[in-house]
């Protein structure tokens, strides 16, 4: 009994140890070939998710949206973000600020300055604003390269290039995101605008947009929930830009003299 | 203070040279930050000029010397020695730049040199001497070679760094062997003339202080001590001088070798139009490039690509080549660095200047090599270079690059500016372009935070209405003309719910390239809200916020 635990151990520790050693060199192809994992002795779960958890951990999400989204987002997913371009690099960032690359496909209006408020790290952006009749090529080379791709309306993609691509994000455990509808997408998030804070009468600001997101989607996804946010969300690991002024102004005040 | 035994150095019969000794030639230009920033700033040679670092003189002209200005001097005591004094900004890049041609006219005479400092080269004297026939002659050959490239120098030859140094400025050959006794009368302040920077000639300066203060006045009698003495007493530094002053070098000159520059012209005749026929000429000095980087097993972390069209004007961009992942640099990847490059600048000419075709023909272009260095040897990023997902991103946005063109594939960075637009710089993945403005500056009137997360790639022209149905404007004060109600786009309107504005902003008045305008934020009543100016007498949307 002890020798087979001590197998077990000494796979698994030679399994992170390449795994780590193929993150590094990019050498990476996500899924093992399935004959291979031959386990000396049956495991209790099928042994695909427990390769795909453990060689390529979910891509982590904003904690507004874990209510949504579980703990993060599935490597090989395809999300579709509907009504808001926002919520969408909110989407992005977490992964960005943690050494991710996101490739924007075919969405040349995207604010790249309320990407950068939003915490995605431009330097590990790259942008191809007008793809041209080559989309389906860029997309799919891009995502055999980032970790998330965010494909915009620009890209004129056929369903049948879609359901090649929501294939190649599976099989190369990227990440999908549209901001137009996409449809076999695993899960789509609707935004509807409740309202604006900050601006009035010609005073104040735009300052926050509350926004009520809905879930919908396939599988465990499908059953449905909705959440009232407020964005901009907080950039990771940052304060959030609507309040930041105001606690910022009240808490610098100090008694002196 | 002739007390001192000064001839205490052993003075063999047969002059004998330690083992640590190289001949050495110094060659040096007088004054040399003075004579490069005249040389700048067209200063004519018989006016007195002096360089200064806002502080006191750096370095002073013959000219000046002789009207009483000296180094180190305030500058207001500079102009009360001599009022017609020019004073020159320092500029260490401009001193080191302007000296490249003097180090290369030196290079002609002899192979491997070594730049001290701007002003003052070392060449190790054995092997040249010998090919020129004598010293003298050597010397003499260096510095008609840095006349020629119109400047005086001086030139000394002697054992040792030291030596070399003070037999260059008395413009002396110092025979072999004799570098202690030629040493031995000068003052002990002599030593700063071997000091190489700022540093290290405030120590030494230290060093002097101590030693004329402790007595001992000439380098003949520093060098008498017994060495292990001195070190245990003055430390390193005096361990250091100690060696110099008895003619010996602490280290022999690290010589520079000239690298040839790697590069691949060619002529283009008749001068090519066309991209494909420029490409095809492209094709051909990348091999020539990459045979080149081959032959040297060297490689390059930058490609810079010049074509120069008929009317003169150079296009040039310089390419990273240290991205590209795996693979390396082969001949057909610069191929298509040029053909990206071309393809942008072919294109533009023939979309700008349709009546003047010629304008675009290219008549020489060249690829060279930047920053090579053996292959194998590339220095990694200063965090641990490209990790595995910056290899995989990068092999990625080539081949991206590859299907679409250079221009395709962007890479954003911020930048200063107050616009959503300005605020953002786009440059072809691949490409060392420069964000124009820094962004860490405080930009007043910048539009505040949450950005508008939808920038339009043209801004729509939009109607503006107040509650009247009238159209609203802004006037020369910057007031509103009615409370904005409705905006009108070409194929539909929609109500204002709340707004906020207008923010003025006139930018570069003064210059040709200013522009004025007001940024009105609007909330909708389908619950969008958009960011609206107005720009020279009209409304356009030029962002959502959504």
């Known amino acids: 009994m002890t020798t087979t635990a001590h197998a077990r151990e000494r796979e698994a520790r030679a399994r992170a140890v390449l795994a780590r050693v193929e993150q590094r060199t990019g050498a990476r192809s996500l899924v093992a070939p399935v004959g291979t994992v031959a386990s000396p002795v049956p495991e209790p779960e099928p042994a695909r998710p427990v390769l795909t958890d453990l060689e390529r951990p979910p891509?982590?999400?904003?904690?507004?949206?874990?209510?949504?989204?579980?703990?993060?987002?599935?490597?090989?997913?395809?999300?579709?973000?509907?009504?808001?371009?926002?919520?969408?690099?909110?989407?992005?960032?977490?992964?960005?600020?943690?050494?991710?690359?996101?490739?924007?496909?075919?969405?040349?209006?995207i604010g790249l300055v309320a990407a950068a408020q939003a915490g995605v790290v431009l330097d590990r952006v790259a942008l191809v604003p007008e793809p041209g009749p080559d989309a389906p090529g860029v997309v799919a080379a891009l995502l055999?390269?980032?970790?998330?791709?965010?494909?915009?309306?620009?890209?004129?993609?056929?369903?049948?290039?879609?359901?090649?691509?929501?294939?190649?994000?599976?099989?190369?455990?990227?990440?999908?995101?549209?901001?137009?509808?996409?449809?076999?997408?695993?899960?789509?998030?609707?935004?509807?605008?409740?309202?604006?804070?900050?601006?009035?009468e010609g005073d104040g600001r735009l300052l926050s947009l509350d926004v009520r997101v809905t879930r919908s989607g396939r599988g465990a996804a499908g059953a449905p929930l909705a959440v009232e946010l407020t964005l901009p969300l907080a950039a990771p690991g940052r304060t959030p830009v609507s309040d930041g002024g105001k606690t910022a102004g009240t808490s610098t005040l100090r008694l002196v003299g | 203070m002739s007390a001192v035994p000064t001839p205490a150095v052993p003075t063999p019969a047969v002059p004998t040279r330690s083992a640590v000794t190289t001949r050495t030639a110094v060659l040096w230009v007088p004054d040399w930050p003075v004579v490069a920033a005249m040389r700048a700033g067209e200063v004519a040679s018989h006016e007195p000029a002096a360089v200064h670092d806002g502080r006191r003189l750096l370095a002073v002209s013959a000219v000046a010397r002789a009207a009483g200005v000296r180094r180190g001097m305030r500058r207001r005591t500079a102009?009360?020695?001599?009022?017609?004094?020019?004073?020159?900004?320092?500029?260490?890049?401009?001193?080191?730049?302007?000296?490249?041609?003097?180090?290369?006219?030196?290079?002609?005479?002899?192979?491997?040199?070594?730049?001290?400092?701007?002003?003052?080269?070392?060449?190790?004297?054995?092997?040249?001497?010998?090919?020129h026939g004598s010293t003298e002659a050597f010397a003499e050959a260096l510095t008609d070679a840095v006349v020629r490239v119109g400047h005086e120098s001086q030139v000394g030859v002697a054992d040792g760094l030291l030596a070399a140094l003070?037999?260059?400025?008395?413009?002396?050959?110092?025979?072999?062997?004799?570098?202690?006794?030629?040493?031995?009368?000068?003052?002990?302040?002599?030593?700063?003339?071997?000091?190489?920077?700022?540093?290290?000639?405030?120590?030494?300066?230290?060093?002097?202080?101590?030693?004329?203060?402790l007595g001992i006045t000439t380098l003949g009698a520093f060098a008498a001590l017994p060495a292990g003495d001195v070190e245990a007493r003055?430390?390193?530094?005096?361990?250091?001088?100690?060696?110099?002053?008895?003619?010996?070098?602490?280290?022999?000159?690290?010589?520079?070798?000239?690298?040839?520059?790697?590069?691949?012209?060619?002529?283009?005749?008749?001068?090519a139009t066309r991209l494909d026929v420029a490409t095809f000429a492209g094709r051909r000095i990348a091999e020539d490039l990459h045979a080149q980087l081959l032959a040297r097993s060297a490689t390059c972390a930058r490609l810079e690509v010049v074509a120069l069209t008929e009317h003169g004007t150079e296009l040039s961009?310089?390419?990273?080549?240290?991205?590209?992942?795996?693979?390396?640099?082969?001949?057909?990847?610069?191929t298509d660095r040029i053909r990206w490059q071309l393809e942008g600048w072919l294109d533009r000419a023939a979309g700008t200047d349709q009546g003047d075709p010629?304008?675009?023909?290219?008549?020489?272009?060249?690829?060279?090599?930047?920053?090579?260095?053996?292959?194998?040897?590339?220095?990694?990023?200063?965090?641990?270079?490209?990790?595995?997902?910056?290899?995989?991103?990068?092999?990625?946005?080539?081949?991206?690059?590859?299907?679409?063109?250079?221009?395709?594939?962007?890479?954003?960075?911020?930048?200063?500016?107050?616009d959503v637009r300005e605020q953002v710089h786009l440059a072809p993945w691949g490409t060392s372009e420069r964000a124009e403005r820094p962004a860490d500056r405080p930009w007043p009137g910048r539009l505040p935070a949450p950005a508008p997360a939808t920038v339009l790639p043209a801004p729509e022209p939009v109607t503006v209405l107040d509650a009247a149905g009238r159209a609203v404007v802004i006037d020369a004060r910057w007031t509103l003309s009615a409370a904005p109600a409705w905006v009108r786009w070409a194929a539909r309107e929609a109500r204002i719910v709340a707004w906020a504005g207008p923010w003025?902003?006139?930018?570069?008045?003064?210059?040709?390239?200013?522009?004025?305008?007001?940024h009105v934020q609007a909330v909708l009543d389908d619950g969008g809200a958009v960011l609206l100016a107005w720009v020279a007498g009209g409304w356009v949307c030029e962002a959502r916020y959504d």
């Open chain 2, 166 to 213: 003070l037999a260059a400025r008395a413009h002396a050959v110092v025979p072999p062997g004799t570098s202690a006794q030629f040493l031995a009368p000068y003052p002990v302040a002599a030593l700063g003339h071997a000091a190489a920077d700022e540093r290290s000639r405030t120590a030494t300066r230290t060093l002097v202080d101590l030693l004329v203060r």
């Open chain 2, 504 to 518: 003025p902003l006139a930018e570069r008045w003064w210059a040709p390239d200013g522009h004025a305008k007001a």
């Open chain 2, 79 to 131: 102009q009360g020695v001599c009022p017609e004094l020019v004073l020159l900004g320092a500029d260490e890049a401009r001193d080191a730049v302007a000296f490249e041609t003097v180090a290369q006219a030196a290079e002609h005479v002899v192979p491997g040199i070594e730049v001290v400092r701007p002003g003052l080269l070392l060449v190790p004297a054995d092997g040249a001497a010998r090919y």
């Open chain 1, 144 to 200: 055999d390269g980032m970790d998330m791709v965010l494909v915009g309306p620009r890209s004129g993609l056929t369903d049948a290039d879609r359901r090649r691509l929501v294939a190649r994000a599976r099989e190369r455990g990227s990440v999908l995101v549209s901001t137009a509808p996409w449809p076999g997408a695993g899960l789509v998030l609707g935004v509807r605008t409740l309202g604006w804070t900050g601006a009035g």
């Open chain 1, 59 to 109: 891509l982590p999400v904003p904690p507004e949206l874990e209510r949504l989204l579980g703990a993060g987002l599935r490597r090989g997913a395809t999300v579709a973000v509907l009504g808001s371009t926002s919520l969408a690099l909110a989407l992005l960032a977490p992964a960005s600020v943690r050494g991710s690359w996101v490739g924007v496909v075919g969405q040349p209006s």
């Open chain 2, 317 to 334: 961009r310089t390419w990273r080549t240290d991205l590209g992942g795996l693979g390396g640099l082969t001949a057909a990847r610069i």
């Open chain 2, 234 to 271: 003055f430390g390193e530094l005096g361990a250091w001088a100690h060696r110099l002053v008895r003619g010996q070098d602490p280290r022999p000159p690290v010589r520079r070798r000239p690298t040839p520059d790697l590069e691949a012209v060619c002529e283009l005749d008749p001068p």
């Open chain 2, 358 to 418: 010629e304008r675009g023909a290219v008549v020489r272009l060249a690829v060279r090599a930047r920053e090579v260095s053996a292959a194998g040897a590339e220095q990694g990023g200063l965090w641990g270079g490209a990790s595995g997902a910056d290899v995989r991103a990068h092999r990625a946005l080539d081949r991206v690059q590859g299907l679409l063109g250079a221009h395709a594939v962007l890479t954003p960075a911020l930048q200063g500016g107050r």
